[in-house]
C-alpha cells in the first residue's frame, strides 16, 4: 500500500470549542510546490497591520522573498543550517524584526510581544486562507540584521516559511518525517492558568 507522504490536516485535541483557523493550524516543513502569490502574501501582512500594538507604536517590520528571487535567497542565507533542511521548499520566507525603542528612544519593553501579535494575526489570517506557516527562531540575526540594513535598534527576532500545506513528506530529511505526522500537543491550562498565584510546581509539570 502507498504510504501518505503528504499531510493537510493534523490531530488537535483541544478540550474547549475554540475557531477552527485555530484549531486547525499547525507548523509544517514540507509544503505544496504550489506558488504562493505576491498578492496573497500581502493579504497576510494587512492581517497582521491591524494587530494592537502598545500605544499604537507598531514596532513591526517585515522583509519577504518569493522563491526564485534574489530577496528569497538572502532569507534563506540568514536561516540556520537545521531551518535550511527542510525550509529551502517553502514557497515564500519571511524575516520578522522589531524596533526596541519608542520615539523618544528609551526601550520599549512591549515590541517583541507586538510583533508576537503581528505574527499571531498573519497566522489566523493565514489559515483562513489555506495557507501555512512555520515560524522559526533559529537564523543568525546579527547577519540577518546586516544584510536587510537594519539601524542599531531593531532586533530580527523570527523568519516564517509560508506556503500551502500537502507537500510531499519524503522530501524532508528522515529525522523530520515523524514529526510531521505526529499529533499536536500542548500542555494543560492547570499548569499555567492560575485563579490565584502564580504556582511554579504546577508550571514546571
Ligand atoms: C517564535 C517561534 C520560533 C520557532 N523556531 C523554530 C525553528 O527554529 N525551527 C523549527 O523547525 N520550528 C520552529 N518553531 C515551530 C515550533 O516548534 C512549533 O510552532 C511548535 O512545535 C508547535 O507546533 P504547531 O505550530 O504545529 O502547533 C518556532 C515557532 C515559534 C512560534
Not at 497566522?123 to 536587510?148: P, R, T
Request: one cysteine or more.
Amino acid at each position: 500500500m502507498k504510504k501518505n507522504t503528504s499531510a493537510t490536516k493534523k490531530e488537535t485535541p483541544t478540550k474547549f470549542q475554540i475557531l477552527p483557523e485555530i484549531k486547525n493550524r499547525w507548523s509544517p516543513r514540507a509544503f505544496d510546490d504550489m506558488p504562493i502569490s505576491d498578492n496573497e502574501l500581502k493579504k497576510l501582512f494587512e492581517a497582521g497591520r491591524w494587530a494592537p500594538s502598545s500605544n499604537n507604536f507598531q514596532p513591526w517590520a517585515i522583509i519577504y522573498g518569493i522563491k526564485g528571487t534574489e530577496m528569497y535567497d538572502r532569507i534563506f542565507d540568514c536561516l540556520v543550517e537545521f531551518n535550511q533542511g527542510w525550509a529551502k521548499n517553502a514557497p515564500a520566507l519571511v524575516l520578522s524584526a522589531f524596533k526596541k525603542t519608542n520615539p523618544k528612544g528609551e526601550e520599549n519593553f512591549h515590541a517583541l510581544h507586538d510583533l508576537g501579535q503581528y505574527m499571531a494575526n498573519v497566522a489566523i489570517q493565514a489559515q483562513h486562507n489555506g495557507i501555512a506557516l512555520h515560524q522559526m527562531a533559529g537564523i543568525d540575526y546579527e547577519k540577518a540584521k546586516k544584510e536587510f540594513n537594519f539601524p542599531d535598534d531593531f532586533h530580527v527576532a523570527t523568519a516564517t516559511a509560508i506556503g500551502y500545506y500537502g507537500g510531499d513528506i519524503s522530501s524532508l530529511p528522515d529525522d523530520l518525517q515523524d514529526a510531521e505526522r505526529g499529533e499536536r500537543k500542548r500542555k494543560e491550562q492547570s499548569s499555567f492558568v492560575f485563579n490565584g498565584d502564580f504556582n511554579e510546581e504546577k508550571f514546571n509539570q
